[in-house]
């Protein structure tokens, strides 16, 4: 131990007395007693000490460690916000530039640690990737990208009508966990899922039509992910919601493996007209289809009857197709298709195809 001769005077009572201490390796002032009068500031431990974030993403510092209050002291407010949620530090990127943050752990109202985080913010690039697709999968052409992003909002009209349980504005809440697909997804969508992040959504808000809604996912920290609902989770609770791997691991590390989330029903992002398609197995005696690429959850599909002269709801299976069991006559045909909030399109002249390549129609519901 390294020792720093010291003299600590003080007075009782008029009295001057004289005790001799020393200050070892850590900076602490140890009296003739081994008493510590005073500790020195420790270095707090951070799982990163040096970040690079894009404008307007976040990024997580871990602290490690037990503190009663942690703050933070911001070099450049205006490059970048930075909060404590818990043991972590969300750092996000507000313009291009560097700056630091001053890290300081207290214990008892006492600073007991403290340390600085480096951080560097990237421009935000001004290209963006497509989530875009042929006419092969009947996808969106302009967004939707792997990153979760891009959707438009609800216009008023639509925030503004009452579907329930279901009403845009309508926050749930559950727990998220993640999981691996390793078999065709319920609603049949696979194919959606090298362009969206996806999920499996729990049976109760699954069975209510939701298979194929875009939802938008928050965790207790605030951050977000958006996923198209492509399966459905069985042994969920209401209000539950099994993400994708990748898409849990955007928001939150695997080791969690629960967590507490909200989420609410958004804007799919695309641009293109929804799109039908037909079962192979397909034919004017018996018939089942899915209705893709809806901006809204499908309420309802039907088809016009020529022969009584009006429009017959089909029913839907839970594996997101609607089935006309006693077929629908010769093509081509006519269909009514209404979404959760009003909307209502009209499509003539779809013809059944059973190469299992959907068939575009003409319009998308209004956002």
């Given amino acids: 131990m390294k020792r720093v001769k010291r003299i600590i005077v003080s007075t ?13 390796a850590n900076g602490e002032i ?17 799982s990163k000490k040096t970040v690079k974030v894009t404008a307007g993403k976040k990024v997580k510092v871990k602290v490690k460690g037990k503190y009663g ?11 970048v916000k930075a909060v404590v949620k818990g043991k ?9 530039g560097k700056s630091s943050i001053v890290v300081k752990a207290y214990k008892n109202g006492k600073l007991y640690a403290k340390g600085k985080i480096k951080v560097t913010v990237k421009a935000k690039s001004s290209s963006q990737t497509s989530g875009g697709s042929n006419n092969s999968n009947g996808g969106s052409s302009n967004s939707g990208s792997s990153n979760g992003g891009g959707s438009t909002k609800p216009s008023s009209n639509t925030s503004s009508v009452d579907a329930g349980e279901y009403s845009i504005n309508k926050v749930h809440e559950g ?4 999981y ?21 959504m729990n049976n109760y808000d699954y069975m209510n039509g939701l298979a194929g809604a875009y939802v938008e996912v928050t965790d207790k920290d605030g951050d977000k992910i958006k996923v198209l609902i492509t399966d459905r989770l069985p042994e969920g609770a209401k209000g539950d919601i ?7 691991k955007k928001i939150e590390p695997e080791v969690t493996g629960k967590m507490k989330i909200k989420w609410k029903i958004i804007a799919f992002p ?44 089909l029913e839907r299976q839970e594996y997101n197709y609607f089935t006309a069991p006693s077929g629908m006559g010769n093509g081509p045909y006519k269909f009514k298709v209404k979404d959760f909030y009003g909307h209502t399109i009209i499509e003539n002249n779809i013809p059944i195809r059973t190469d299992d390549v959907p068939v575009k129609g003409s319009k998308n519901f209004d956002y």
């Fill in 12 to 24: 009782i009572i008029g009295t001057m007395v004289v005790t001799s201490s020393f200050a070892n």
């Fill in 30 to 46: 140890i009296d003739s007693s081994k008493k510590i009068l005073s500790k020195g500031i420790k270095k707090i431990k951070l």
């Fill in 69 to 79: 209050k942690i703050k933070l002291k911001i070099a450049k407010k205006k490059i």
């Fill in 88 to 96: 972590k530090i969300i750092i996000t990127g507000k313009k291009k």
């Fill in 175 to 178: 727990y998220a966990t993640y």
């Fill in 180 to 200: 691996d697909r390793v078999s065709t997804g319920a609603a049949n969508l696979d194919d959606y899922e090298g362009e969206y992040y996806t999920a499996a």
């Fill in 242 to 248: 099994d993400l994708s791997r990748k898409a849990f």
């Fill in 270 to 313: 695309t641009s293109d007209p929804i799109s039908f398609r037909w079962k192979p197995t397909s034919t004017p005696y018996w018939a089942e289809i899915q209705v893709r690429n809806g901006r809204y959850p499908i309420k309802s599909l039907e088809y016009y009857d020529k022969s009584k002269g009006k429009y017959v709801e």
